[in-house]
Nanobody, 124 residues
């Protein structure tokens, strides 16, 4: 079992920044991919970014590439999502997820563990 807890959401003006954190516990994560997904009101859940725990390889949705950065701290079992140049369309509940490799990192179905989510609201 892997437990995931997100934090760092909030209200920010367009153009601002937020950093989301995800604390992972319960298992060694060396064989895992850590992902961030989001669900906006009335929309389906969508992939945002992912990072492989061991190699640190990163993947991004086109909509956030160049604005968001995913990173991890192996020693503290933390995953971060630095979000810059935020737009109103980034408003959503953001979820941290963990899945065992090999897997398709952009597909939510591959992730077996999910956090409870944290709300990000970007005002125009």
């Amino acid at each position: 079992q892997v437990q995931l807890v997100e934090s760092g959401g909030g209200l920010v003006q367009a153009g601002g920044s937020l950093r989301l954190s995800c604390t992972a516990s319960g298992r060694t994560l060396s064989n895992y991919v850590m992902g961030w997904f989001r669900r906006a009101p009335g929309k389906e859940r969508e992939f945002v970014a992912a990072i492989t725990w061991s190699a640190g390889s990163t993947y991004y949705a086109d909509s956030v590439k160049g604005r968001f950065t995913i990173s991890r701290n192996n020693a503290e079992n933390m995953v971060y999502l630095q979000m810059n140049s935020l737009k109103p369309e980034d408003t959503a509940v953001y979820y941290c997820a963990a899945g065992v490799v090999p897997m398709i990192v952009r597909a939510a179905e591959g992730y077996g563990y999910w956090g409870q989510g944290t709300q990000v609201t970007v005002s125009s």
